[in-house]
Every structure is written in structure tokens, then in C-alpha cells.
T-cell receptor, first 115, second 110 residues
Framework: QKEVEQDPGPLSVPEGAIVSLNCTYS??????FMWYRQYSRKGPELLMY????GNKEDGRFTAQVDKSSKYISLFIRDSQPSDSATYLC???????????????FGQGTILTVHP | NAGVTQTPKFQVLKTGQSMTLQCAQD?????MSWYRQDPGMGLRLIHY???????DQGEVPNGYNVSRSTTEDFPLRLLSAAPSQTSVYFC?????????FGPGTRLTVT
């Protein structure tokens, strides 16, 4: 069993829809949770960063962490065609700079937002 | 400020050949990493470095070597390429909680 599981999709939604992306994990030591966005043929870029449990909002994006269920989510409101990308969750047991950039990634979910 | 650069962008190798994937960053970050990305597997850590002269293995290190002689450069060497090493390779450097990824090298081993 992988430490981090992510539904690879693909997920296709109409413009304006609310998108929900999810990851589950098995390692209870994970405390730092990230979402990366990766456009086709590009490197991933950090979208959201959350420490421990709770919610974090940034514009149209909301990240949620439920450590009791070992479950994290990313919500995208009012989705746009420019949101079409692969979304990867990533986790670390230590702060990234002390874990030396060692992250455990999910498989990635391919999202398409059509006009 | 170029961020993280990788060369080449594409490469085709024959089984048994060796090559070096180049990675450089101009952000003066101490921590650098190499990942490979395969369909359905996400990103998997190959090797990482916490500073010049210090490297360590990640999740999938077999068949790869690294060295870190300067803060800026972190090359990845394939000693004897195998078809299982066909993948997209990403180099990343880390500051605080954020990893900055390069554009990737697409490698095909025939």
C-alpha cells in the first residue's frame, strides 16, 4: 500500500464548477501538507501549504486537513479553464527545510475545466 | 534570476549508455533534490543534497549517482541506462517550505 493515495482521475468539469481533490495517507507522522499544480510538460509549482489540521484559504483555493481521518482536500471555487492541470498532494513529517526537501507525493489528479 | 534550470530537455539513450542530467539553481538554496515522475506513480525521490559535499539516497536511488561540488549545481548520473529508467526527471531546490522545480528532462531508454 502506498503511503499517500490520490485518485488519478481524470476529472472533467464545466467552467464555474466547484472542484474537490482529495488524498488519503497512512503515515500518522505527516504534519506538513502541500498541494502542487503541474501544467502539461512543466515542473510542479507550489499552490498551497498547510501545517497540521485545519483549513487554509487563498483566493479561489481552499486546503483542508483532517489528521484524525488522515485525509486532505483541495477545493477550487469558480473553476476556470486555466485551472486545467495535474494536481499533486505532497506531505512531510518534518518541516521541509529540515526534512531536506524529502516529500512524499500522491499520484496526481488530472483536471480539465471545459468552457 | 533563472530559478532552477535543467539540461537537456529531451534525451534518447540506448541500453547500457551513460549520461549526466544537469541541474543548476541561482537562488543560493542549500537543499536540492532529484525526482522521477512516471505515469500513475507521482514523483519519487531519487537522491537529495543538504549542501555542497553532502548527498544521500531517496526512495529509488539504484542506477543513479549524484555529487554536489558547489551550491549551484547538482548533476544526476545514469551509469548504465536501462529501459526502466525511461521517465521524466525533475530537479528541485528548497527554501523554507517551498520546493522550486525545474522544467524537467524527458529521458527515453531504448
Amino acid at each position: 500500500q502506498k503511503e499517500v493515495e490520490q485518485d488519478p482521475g481524470p476529472l472533467s468539469v464545466p467552467e464555474g464548477a466547484i472542484v474537490s481533490l482529495n488524498c488519503t495517507y497512512s503515515n500518522s507522522a505527516f504534519q506538513y501538507f502541500m498541494w502542487y499544480r503541474q501544467y502539461s510538460r512543466k515542473g510542479p509549482e507550489l499552490l498551497m501549504y498547510t501545517y497540521s489540521s485545519g483549513n487554509k484559504e487563498d483566493g479561489r483555493f481552499t486546503a483542508q486537513v483532517d489528521k484524525s481521518s488522515k485525509y486532505i482536500s483541495l477545493f477550487i471555487r469558480d473553476s476556470q479553464p486555466s485551472d486545467s492541470a495535474t494536481y499533486l498532494c505532497a506531505m512531510s513529517a518534518k518541516e521541509v527545510r529540515t526534512s531536506y526537501g524529502k516529500l512524499t507525493f500522491g499520484q496526481g489528479t488530472i483536471l480539465t475545466v471545459h468552457p | 534570476n533563472a530559478g532552477v534550470t535543467q539540461t537537456p530537455k529531451f534525451q534518447v539513450l540506448k541500453t547500457g549508455q551513460s549520461m549526466t542530467l544537469q541541474c543548476a539553481q541561482d537562488m543560493n538554496h542549500e537543499y536540492m533534490s532529484w525526482y522521477r515522475q512516471d505515469p500513475g506513480m507521482g514523483l519519487r525521490l531519487i537522491h537529495y543534497s543538504v549542501g555542497a559535499g553532502i548527498t544521500d539516497q531517496g526512495e529509488v536511488p539504484n542506477g543513479y549517482n549524484v555529487s554536489r561540488s558547489t551550491t549551484e549545481d547538482f548533476p544526476l548520473r545514469l551509469l548504465s541506462a536501462a529501459p526502466s529508467q525511461t521517465s521524466v526527471y525533475f530537479c528541485a531546490s528548497t527554501r523554507n517550505y517551498e520546493q522550486y522545480f525545474g522544467p524537467g528532462t524527458r529521458l527515453t531508454v531504448t
